[in-house]
């Protein structure tokens, strides 16, 4: 009877053990996808921001030609 017991606790280890590395996986993965849509929505940003900024200068160089060439 004790050698049955011991090898139940085992089995319920393992699996506690399992259940911890899958816990352990999901929270690596959840963090990993949270860091990569910061990265991308930061990036994003700063594209939109380089994109706006290139557009005013562009404009604002357009209409000093226009007002030289005039």
Do not use: K, T
């Amino acid at each position: 009877s004790s050698s049955s017991s011991s090898s139940s606790s085992s089995s319920s280890s393992c699996r506690r053990s399992g259940i911890s590395v899958v816990v352990v996986v999901v929270i690596v993965v959840i963090v990993i996808v949270v860091v990569v849509v910061v990265v991308v929505v930061v990036v994003v940003e700063v594209v939109v921001a380089v994109v706006v900024v290139v557009v005013e200068v562009v404009v604002v160089v357009v209409v000093l030609v226009v007002v030289v060439v005039i």
